[in-house]
């Protein structure tokens, strides 16, 4: 089934349950059933099941999820069977703290550049990579097989660089910028606006003390 089917909440939960997979897994559980998994991650067993319907049926019916098995079906789902090379727009404190972030390379992200306008950040050694000047943005993607882009830089550069991902072929920019950006239909973007999702605490936290 295409992707553009499968609601986003679900890829998201997708996601959050391979994550409890893999922590069953280190643990040494073998099986486990849709209620337990609907227990660690905080939804239904109803609703487990229904995201994992979208891709096929999963499991025995009395027994549950192998979960070696259920693991290695959802990191094929995710597409997370081959690594995506990433690289970071903007090496100040937000790029920084993401190019040193292990959780990438454990997920099968690798970070292949970085790069800045400001040339007292370039030439810095961040977990192995070096940053390089911003010029050399769309000759790093095209040698390096960038995939996704991370936007870091302040709000008023944000649309510009993410313009010159996109015509360097980048398929999907992850953007931590607070700038509402503008892509084609066929580029991926996903928005990380961390005062937003501060802003919805302080609702909640206003409207339920």
């Given at each position: 089934?295409?992707?553009?089917k499968?609601?986003?909440?679900?890829?998201?939960?997708?996601?959050?349950?391979?994550?409890?997979?893999?922590n069953?897994r280190?643990?040494?559980?073998?099986?486990?059933?849709?209620?337990e998994?609907?227990?660690?991650?905080?939804?239904?067993?109803?609703q487990?099941?229904?995201?994992?319907?979208?891709?096929?049926?999963?499991?025995?019916?009395?027994?549950?999820?192998?979960?070696?098995?259920?693991?290695?079906?959802?990191?094929?789902?995710l597409?997370?069977?081959?690594?995506?090379?990433?690289?970071?727009?903007?090496?100040?404190k937000?790029?920084?703290?993401?190019?040193?972030?292990e959780?990438?390379?454990?997920?099968?992200?690798?970070?292949?550049?970085?790069?800045?306008?400001?040339?007292?950040?370039?030439?810095?050694?961040l977990?192995?990579?070096?940053?390089?000047?911003?010029?050399?943005?769309?000759?790093?993607?095209k040698?390096?097989?960038?995939?996704?882009?991370?936007i870091?830089?302040?709000?008023?550069?944000?649309?510009?660089?993410?313009?010159?991902?996109?015509?360097?072929?980048?398929?999907a920019?992850?953007?931590f910028?607070p700038?509402?950006?503008r892509?084609?239909?066929?580029?991926?973007?996903?928005?990380?606006?961390?005062?937003?999702?501060?802003k919805?605490?302080s609702?909640?936290?206003?409207?339920?003390?």
């Amino acid at each position: 089934m295409k992707a553009y089917k499968i609601p986003e909440a679900t890829v998201i939960r997708l996601s959050i349950y391979s994550r409890q997979l893999s922590n069953l897994r280190k643990a040494g559980v073998e099986t486990v059933s849709s209620e337990e998994i609907a227990n660690s991650v905080g939804v239904s067993s109803a609703q487990v099941r229904k995201d994992l319907a979208y891709f096929g049926e999963f499991g025995t019916r009395g027994v549950g999820y192998r979960v070696d098995e259920l693991l290695g079906n959802l990191t094929k789902i995710l597409g997370l069977t081959k690594e995506w090379n990433l690289a970071i727009i903007g090496a100040g404190k937000l790029g920084s703290a993401l190019a040193l972030y292990e959780g990438f390379r454990q997920r099968g992200f690798s970070i292949r550049a970085i790069v800045d306008v400001d040339h007292k950040r370039v030439g810095l050694d961040l977990a192995g990579v070096v940053v390089d000047p911003l010029d050399r943005l769309e000759t790093l993607i095209k040698e390096r097989d960038i995939k996704i882009g991370i936007i870091t830089v302040p709000a008023a550069e944000a649309q510009r660089v993410t313009d010159r991902l996109v015509d360097a072929g980048v398929p999907a920019v992850l953007n931590f910028s607070p700038q509402v950006l503008r892509v084609p239909p066929h580029v991926v973007l996903r928005n990380v606006d961390l005062a937003v999702n501060l802003k919805v605490l302080s609702f909640n936290l206003s409207h339920n003390s």
